[in-house]
């Protein structure tokens, strides 16, 4: 009886997949949080924007989303500005615990919001919201870019008849600094229906209405997470691609959901081991 009842739930995951069933129910049950989240992103991207006055701008804007991991977060902001892209803003946004003391760079801007909110896509879109460039790229505080990341972006993104997004390789280190393996997924649409292999840490994509973080409050036992769900909403409408090189060095830790990605990838995933293809402090408002 058990698996007669199971059998629509199995067909259902087979035809949709389970992260597009999962992120459906959790739109149902999480929305009351995502109107109030909606609300305080509004009032704290007015109130920010008026301390920051002109919005920072450049060909790239890179968001750092940071919560009380200071000595990470500076580590994170030198691999973000020692780019060899110089035309970038980085724009830090602390999700109200207050920012450590960062380098005196004119790239740099920092502001901190009025309280916690526990919502990583709620912290990255105040710093979306905030700066105005051609395209955004994102980075946790945890974790570092090859200083050629956004010119291999770039190189994918520029060119006439380009994808509106390309996503990188990921070196995943464990925290003695060891590599793991790297993650390296070729897009596929349906694929990432059944697979949590899309990170925006590995993510560039071209500014348009569709680039934005969900609002629910997700926590670590909500799944998918909102990276998978701003890059399968963008794909919808924009062209997104793959690049087999190795870009990111991304922090696998206990409480990273990204530690059950080998559960969800399984054999032939495309994570391997080794290379893969290959004020002071900023401003702060």
């Known amino acids: 009886m058990r698996r007669i009842a199971r059998a629509p739930w199995e067909l259902l995951k087979r035809v949709f997949g389970w992260l597009v069933l999962f992120e459906a129910s959790n739109k149902v049950r999480l929305f009351p949080s995502a109107v109030r989240l909606r609300r305080f992103e509004d009032a704290e991207t007015t109130r920010l924007a008026a301390l920051l006055g002109r919005p920072p701008a450049a060909l790239v804007a890179t968001v750092i989303a940071t919560h009380r991991r200071p000595e990470a977060l500076r580590a994170a902001v030198r691999s973000a500005l020692e780019q060899t892209v110089a035309d970038q803003v980085v724009i830090v946004v602390d999700d109200g615990a207050g920012l450590p003391g960062l380098p005196a ?14 919502t990583a896509g709620v912290v990255r879109n105040v710093g979306i919201r905030l700066t105005r460039s051609r395209y955004v790229a994102f980075l946790d505080d945890d974790n570092l870019w090859e200083p050629d990341h956004l010119e291999q972006a770039l190189a994918v993104l520029e060119p006439p008849s380009a994808p509106d997004a390309v996503y990188t390789a990921l070196r995943r280190m464990l925290p003695d600094g060891t ?26 994509a071209r500014r ?7 609002r629910l409050r997700r926590t670590p036992e909500v799944l998918p997470r909102e990276d998978w769900e701003l890059v399968r909403r ?19 830790n206990p409480g990273s959901f990204y530690t059950a990605w080998d559960q969800g990838l399984g054999p032939g995933s495309g994570a391997q081991r080794g290379g893969a293809g290959q004020g002071p402090g900023g401003r702060s408002a």
């Open 105 to 118: 760079d004119p790239r740099l801007f920092a502001v901190s919001l009025a309280r916690n909110t526990a």
């Open 179 to 204: 590599e793991k393996d790297v993650l390296s997924v070729p897009f596929d649409r349906r694929r990432a229906a059944h697979e949590a292999f899309l990170d925006t840490n590995a993510f560039v």
């Open 234 to 252: 963008y794909s919808r409408h924009h062209e997104v691609r793959h690049l087999p090189r190795a870009t990111v060095r991304y922090l696998v």
């Open 208 to 214: 348009t209405r569709s680039l934005y973080f969900s």
